[in-house]
Nanobody, 121 residues
Framework: VQLQASGGGLVQAGGSLKLSCAAS????????MGWYRQDARSEQREFVA????????RYAESAAGRFTISRDNAKNEVYLQMDSLKPEDTNVYYC???????????????WGQGTLVTVSS
């Protein structure tokens, strides 16, 4: 199973970006899909948003009201629409998915490779 993230780039403060992440490989089903971010100074990834297979969403306080997570279950893709971006949103963004590769196999979490978002002031 592989997750491929894309959509990062350079944007001015107040602008928007949309990140995409596609899961591929031997996939029976995907439960939660989410986005995290990490800057160069931190060893830990910070939670941004998550969406369940039925569409229930949850956001970090820093993302609520500005970011929107969505998914396309038919395509095994998850998206993060980021509006009203701030310089402090500058980070590498990683997608994450809880994937089942077979009906009786426990789900396993996979990570994408990260996509850099830079917000200039």
């Amino acid at each position: 199973v592989q997750l491929q993230a894309s959509g990062g780039g350079l944007v001015q403060a107040g602008g928007s970006l949309k990140l995409s992440c596609a899961a591929s490989g031997s996939i029976f089903g995907i439960n939660d899909m989410g986005w995290y971010r990490q800057d160069a100074r931190s060893e830990q990834r910070e939670f941004v948003a998550v969406i369940t297979s039925s569409g229930t969403t949850r956001y970090a306080e820093s993302a609520a009201g500005r970011f929107t997570i969505s998914r396309d279950n038919a395509k095994n893709e998850v998206y993060l629409q980021m509006d009203s971006l701030k310089p402090e949103d500058t980070n590498v963004y990683y997608c994450n998915a809880a994937v089942k590769v077979a009906p009786l196999v426990r789900e396993k979490y996979y990570w994408g490779q990260g996509t850099l978002v830079t917000v200039s002031s």
